[in-house]
């Protein structure tokens, strides 16, 4: 299935009122992330230090990965190794199935999320269910999160209250935030008490103590892993970080990049089992390998996962994080998607303007745009880009590098144009039209008017 990027924007993009305030929704938490992030005077040599910390250890990730494996295993921690999704979920099933662990409360995990863990364990009969609120909301609706630190930002309170009328028995047009995330609480608070099981994320994976750590909100984690007795940890293979001495740097980019707090509510340490129980930590690679073999795209695997690209990114905001189709949306998700399945993501790179805000607010200094940049140049050279646009980018080339053409061209079309009906403009071969006005043509090129400066300025 080819990616279908532009007809869910357009679908999403239909309903104006909505867009308009998921637009707006975002900006907010992209302003209040320009805020805090000034009230520390060494933010950009902080942002350095991390982009530092993270390249040299995923060139040194074989090390780092035994020695975190090797503290943890000392710690009482049972390690397992994934090589792709599927055996993720078989390691994480027979764990639950080992210890007869039917219920399983688990906090947020984008990880889960693309191995598809949840309906991978409900066919095995196993009641999953997601703590983190936002989550939890979509899992009522049957829905995947839209962003990976709001993933219901998508969905206005009137919907969540529907939602919880229908699943949880509230009160029908009961528009109440403090009612509804009340009536949350108190069903989620069942869950985790009655659970055999609790599965985490992990935000960092410290190679020098062998813990990993888990930044929340809600203290979802924390009720998850330590109320039952058995934890299971989940993890992608780029969560290493050398020391605990490194974790302070990401704490205080994380957070204030993801929603503009200076700190997370909670950000949890676990270094071993609770007394009598078990932790296991899963460590997954699932297509992370071929990054670091990757010149031009390697940097995305030091994606903190903080959505700040998604916040300020001008067609994330207008299309919202579904129409992308992928686990993770956004540029840091178009970047990722195309690398490991270019035929299937082809549209991705290009839902972006380059504007290069997503790099610009990236706390590891990832050069998103230049990913996404040079995505479209390896799309076209495997040959896998829509025809039409082909074409359009082949003429553009060679007008463009024609200059004398170029600018004769130019002329023609700023004369000719304005004279031209409607109806001739606007037909359907004019994609770029059909929600666009073409804007009032210049008397003058911008060269004519550069060469004309200069002359003033003579």
Known sequence: MSSKHPLNAKAFVANDERMHWHDKALWFVREKRDITSKTIPEWEQLREYANSIKTHTMANLDKYLIEFEKNAQERGIKVHWAKDAQ???????????????????????????????????????????????????????????????????????????????????????????????????????????????????????????????????????????????????????EKIIPRLEDLSVFTRLLARSATGQAITSYTSHFHGPVSGGQMHIVIVDNKRSPFLKSQKYQKALNCIRCGACMNTCPIFRRSGGHSYEYVIPGPIGSSLATFRDPKKHKTLSFACTLCGSCTNVCPVKIDLDSQLYNHRQDLTQQGIIDSKKKFMLKSASWLMSHPTLFDIAGKIARKVVPLLPKSILYTKSNVWGKNRDLPQMPKNSFKELYKKGIEDDK
């Open 87 to 237: 055996e993720h979920n078989e390691i994480v099933y027979n764990i639950l199935k080992e210890n007869n662990a039917k219920k399983l409360v688990k906090s947020k995990s984008m990880l889960t999320e693309e191995c598809h863990l949840n309906p991978f364990l409900i066919n095995k009969g196993i009641e999953v269910i997601d703590t983190d609120l936002g989550e939890r909301i979509v899992q009522l609706r049957d829905e995947p999160p839209s962003h990976v630190v709001l993933p219901a930002i998508h969905l206005k309170k009137q919907d969540v209250s529907d939602t919880f009328h229908e699943h949880l028995g509230t009160q029908k047009g009961n528009y109440d935030p403090t009612y509804l995330t009340r009536a949350a609480r108190a069903n989620l608070r069942e869950k985790f008490l009655s659970a055999d099981a609790g599965i985490t994320g992990v935000n960092f994976a410290i190679a020098n103590t062998g813990g990993v750590v888990v930044c929340t909100n809600e203290g979802n984690a924390d009720m998850g892993a330590n109320t039952p007795k058995l934890h299971i940890a989940c993890m992608g293979i």
